[in-house]
């Protein structure tokens, strides 16, 4: 077997990239037709010692109307590949390829089936293109053994089938290669939208927050209080607009350092709800990749986020911690009020969707749940 494999290597690799390079150029594929065609005209037609078996003028007629079918049959084959019944036209070619093959044993009358198997290969479902390949071995493969041809004439057949094999398996890797950049595309795409979630929902449901409690001064006649929170409002739009350069710069895989980012966020989060929020940093700080301190950011985020929404005036603290394998962020709340906030309804219920997927993008676990009157969110990504 595997003295076999290294006699068809050179024919599939030879036919592969033959076919690739006939496949992405038009002029060198209709060149490379023309001079196929020809050839295999003029080798079957031209006067060649040991003629068929019956007469001249009925080997003659054979011949050139054999060969000219077979040739027409192939290049309808080549028009009609992309149609469900394209591979009818190869099959009638590789038909007239074996008589010619039984009529002339010492022209090049494979050459027809060679081409039929190849092309319906690479073009056909695998079920067509067995077929015709089918076809070429059986037929050929009777003559050889009804008129007692030489037994090397069967490496002939072998060689087809390994054709037709490489370029199989040449077009399995094709799909697979498509299909795992397809998956890529969809987890970019994926990442985006995470991305511009924690955005939107980070910055936006601050404002939101502020001209909210703007709408409700005004309705009581405290403008001069109002205002100050329509102040507050363009504040947050203008740091929104720093922190989608942030993002964009994190995206690029630029994460700033960790104790920075996080005493940012919780100097945010105690202006915005107007409660304590404390940072606690243990272990030995190690830099984390740039997925993983994404993650961390982005958890430590949408968790403050979702307090401020869910729990207004609850006091929360956020905890990371650094182990020799792993890097845990912690974020608990006391509860607040009983009463939600005012964006409690704001948003479409993904942001723990998204926490869950990034921790497992990294190959992290993500903790969320009820923590005696609050509520806790725990996130462990490797270092």
């Not at 290294?6 to 060198?28: D, I, Q």
């Not at 023309?34 to 003659?60: I, K």
């Not at 869910?310 to 911690?321: E, F, I, Q, Y």
Request: aromatic content about 4%; hydrophobic content about 45%; glycine content about 12%.
């Amino acid at each position: 077997m595997t003295e076999l494999r290294g006699l068809l290597r050179p024919v599939t690799s030879a036919w592969c990239s033959t076919e690739r390079l006939m496949r992405n150029g038009p002029l060198v594929r209709s060149g490379a037709l023309v001079v196929g065609t020809l050839w295999f005209l003029y080798a079957m037609l031209r006067d060649h010692p040991g003629g068929p078996r019956f007469g001249v003028e009925g080997a003659d007629l054979v011949l050139t109307a054999g060969s000219f079918a077979a040739v027409a049959c192939f290049l309808l084959g080549l028009v009609l590949h992309r149609h469900s019944y394209g591979y009818l036209a190869f099959l009638a070619s590789t038909g007239f390829g074996v008589l010619l093959y039984a009529v002339a044993p010492s022209r090049p009358s494979s050459a027809i089936a060679f081409a039929c198997v190849g092309f319906a290969g690479a073009a056909q479902p695998l079920l067509r293109s067995g077929l015709v390949a089918a076809v070429a071995t059986v037929g050929m493969l009777v003559v050889v053994l009804a008129e007692g041809r030489p037994a090397g004439e069967l490496w002939t057949i072998v060689g087809m089938l390994g054709m037709l094999t490489g370029i199989r398996a040449g077009r399995t890797r094709e799909a697979a290669r498509q299909t795992e950049q397809q998956n890529l595309v969809l987890a970019e795409r994926s990442r985006i939208a995470r991305e511009i979630h924690d955005i939107l929902a980070h910055s936006l449901s601050a404002q939101l927050v502020h001209l909210e409690g703007a709408r409700l001064l005004m309705v009581s006649g405290r403008t001069d209080e109002a205002l100050d929170r329509v102040e507050r409002a363009r504040g947050l739009a203008r740091s929104g607009l720093e922190e989608t350069r942030r993002a964009l710069a994190t995206l690029r895989g630029d994460i700033p350092p960790m104790d920075v980012v996080l005493r940012e966020l919780a100097e945010e989060h105690r202006l915005l709800a107007d409660a304590s929020c404390a940072v606690t940093i243990t272990g030995v700080r190690s830099e984390l990749p740039a997925k993983a301190g994404l993650a961390v950011i982005r958890t430590a985020q949408e968790a403050l986020t979702n307090a401020r929404k869910h729990a207004p005036g609850a006091a929360v603290v956020v905890a990371l911690r650094y182990t020799d394998s792993w890097c845990e962020l912690e974020v608990t709340d006391t509860g607040g009020t009983r009463e939600p906030g005012p964006l409690a309804t704001s948003g479409g219920g993904y942001g723990l969707v998204g926490m869950r997927e990034r921790a497992e993008l990294i190959g992290g676990t993500l903790e969320a749940g009820p923590a005696g009157e609050g509520f806790r969110v725990l996130l462990r990504v490797p270092l």
